[in-house]
């Protein structure tokens, strides 16, 4: 008997790019009257900046959308909080707090560019 091949799992860029294709793809009729929805380029900074997370280093963020054009991604898990957003410019800003009360924040960060190191540090802390 012949054993079935198993699916390797998605990755968490996999999981991430799929929310994001899912949410861009809301029927006009299904977004908030009134709210600005985000441009196709903030979509694609979030796409850029998915693909160059480190998947083993830290844990999917809950992504949404701000009623003001973001993309937002938030990271609230093991005492870490990161709070970060596209506004399709090319780049993205973010505030960060540790467990250990550390703060960090940025503006300006190239989407391509991914997590600053800093940031990722925070989760192995």
């Known amino acids: 008997m012949a054993v079935p091949a198993s699916r390797p799992e998605p990755s968490l860029a ?31 900074d979030a796409r850029a900046f998915v693909r160059r997370l480190p ?40 505030f960060a707090r540790g467990r250990d009360g550390r703060e960090l924040d940025g503006e300006n960060v190239p989407a391509a560019a991914g997590l600053r190191s800093e940031v990722v540090a925070l989760f192995a802390d």
């Open 14 to 44: 996999d999981g991430l790019l799929d929310e994001l294709a899912a949410l861009e793809r809301t029927p006009e009729d299904d977004r908030w009257p009134g709210a600005v929805w985000p441009s196709p380029r903030a979509f694609e």
């Open 55 to 94: 998947d083993a280093a830290i844990p999917a963020p809950d992504i949404g959308l701000a009623d003001d054009g973001e993309v937002n991604f938030l990271w609230k898990a093991d005492g870490v909080h990161i709070d970060l957003g596209f506004y399709g410019t090319g780049d993205y800003s973010f």
